[in-house]
């Protein structure tokens, strides 16, 4: 899987992370799900989209910024 970066307006931004919550995934599978589609390319293979990602939102620590401040956070942990 390649990483990219995609700059997109707020009011994109506000509907795609209000689906990823209804669908329970991360905003990254539901780009990933709309892209293929879009592209005409299907489904990816349930077994390689799911199960290696399956641990993603089984968490809930109440925060809302660990995507931005995970590095603050895994630091706290070594004081």
Do not use: C, P
Request: proline content about 0%.
């Amino acid at each position: 899987m390649t990483r990219t970066q995609l700059q997109i307006d707020d009011e994109t931004y506000e509907a795609l992370r209000a689906r990823a919550f209804t669908q329970r995934k991360s905003m990254s599978a539901v780009v990933r799900e709309i892209l293929r589609q879009g592209l005409g390319l299907g489904k990816m293979d349930r077994e390689r989209s799911s199960s290696r990602f399956s641990f993603v939102g089984i968490g809930a620590s109440g925060r809302h910024d660990i995507a931005a401040r995970h590095d603050d956070y895994l630091a706290e942990d070594f004081r």
